[in-house]
């Protein structure tokens, strides 16, 4: 792929985000920071409108993946994607119905999954998260795997109300429970479930398909990881829709190779460096190979996987 085929490749997956964390810097120019392209590339990027079960659908394609519940008591919504996706995602939640936006809940901080908290306020959403999400969207932050300091998020873009631990709503018929992973991908990440209907999404606990980024900057970890993917599999049955951060919807199945997947080169990474091997030697010994052909992405490969996990064992 040349770069621009890989850009789009990257975009219409809802990847470019994440998976820029670990681009070589020379892959961009200075002046085309990975942030700000894919908050531009997010302006063209098409929605998808995926009906789950009962009244709750996803919404795929401006960065994390949304999931919408209608009703009298106005849309909850889980992630507002890109702020440069407000007119799609507008335009495909008039498709599910009049009801106005009443509710937003973020999975974690990250941008491709927060940074459409302000035009979502100002459309009337009250919005809700874990604690620390409110931490790093109220001060400024850094990634340094994707080289960006995030500003203070504006006042309407933070939540307004925080939990610790858990949480529970009743709307629009619906069970909703809120549920902190502990760290895991940020220290921030929280799992919805929607309890009648059987569907969970798992925000970036979960990347259908591929390798995760994990952000050691804002507090996560593989061991985390693991534990979250292993949380995950304990509420799923063969029946539950789970949603994962990035990549499709899927269910148990999927989630079980993923977490295998994990602790398998969480396995074979922690033995190399039991054994006294330098990062640079772990990474040469390529423990993600037999994996690569599925779950590598054009920035997230083996190597830079490998890398992802040496940091937390
Ligand atoms: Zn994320």
């Known amino acids: 792929m040349n770069s621009l085929t890989r ?9 470019l985000s994440a998976a820029a964390c670990l ?8 002046s085309e920071n990975i942030v700000l392209t894919a908050r531009k590339r997010a302006e063209t990027a098409q929605i998808t ?10 919404l795929i394609g ?17 992630d507002s994607g890109y702020a440069t996706s407000r007119a799609r995602i507008t335009d495909a939640l008039a498709k599910l119905g009049p009801d106005p936006i009443k509710h937003l809940i973020n999975t974690h901080w990250h941008f491709d999954h927060c940074d459409g908290n302000e035009w979502m306020h100002e459309d009337g959403a009250h919005i809700l998260a874990h604690e620390n999400t409110k931490k790093h969207l109220a001060t ?29 709503l009743h709307l629009n018929g619906a069970t909703i429970a809120l549920k902190y992973y502990g760290p895991s991908h940020t220290d921030g990440d929280v799992s919805a479930y929607f309890a009648e209907a059987d569907v969970l999404h798992c925000g970036d606990t979960w990347w259908n398909g ?38 499709k919807i899927g269910g148990k199945t999927e989630l079980t190779e993923y977490r295998d997947m994990l602790v398998t080169i969480y396995g074979r990474v922690a033995t190399l460096k039991k054994e006294g091997k330098s990062l640079d030697e772990i990474v040469a010994a390529k423990p993600t190979a037999a994996y690569d052909s599925k779950w590598a992405t054009p920035f997230i490969n083996g190597d830079v996987f490998a890398k992802l996990v040496y940091d937390g064992v």
Not at 49 to 58: F, P, Y
């Open 7 to 15: 850009r789009k490749f990257l975009v219409s997956t809802g990847l």
């Open 23 to 30: 681009a070589p810097r020379s892959l961009f120019a200075e």
């Open 49 to 58: 409108v995926q009906t789950l079960r009962g009244n709750i659908t996803a």
């Open 62 to 78: 401006s960065g994390g993946n949304i999931a919408v519940l209608t009703g009298p008591d106005g849309k909850l919504i889980i």
């Open 140 to 168: 400024s932050t850094r990634v340094e795997g994707w080289n960006f300091t995030f500003p203070p998020s504006p006042a309407g873009a933070i939540p307004g109300e925080v939990f610790a631990e858990e949480k529970t």
């Open 210 to 247: 591929h390798y995760p980024f994990i952000d050691y900057s804002t507090g996560g970890n593989i061991k985390g990881m693991i534990k979250a993917a292993e949380s995950n599999l304990a509420k799923a049955t063969d029946k539950t829709i789970v949603i994962p951060g990035h990549g």
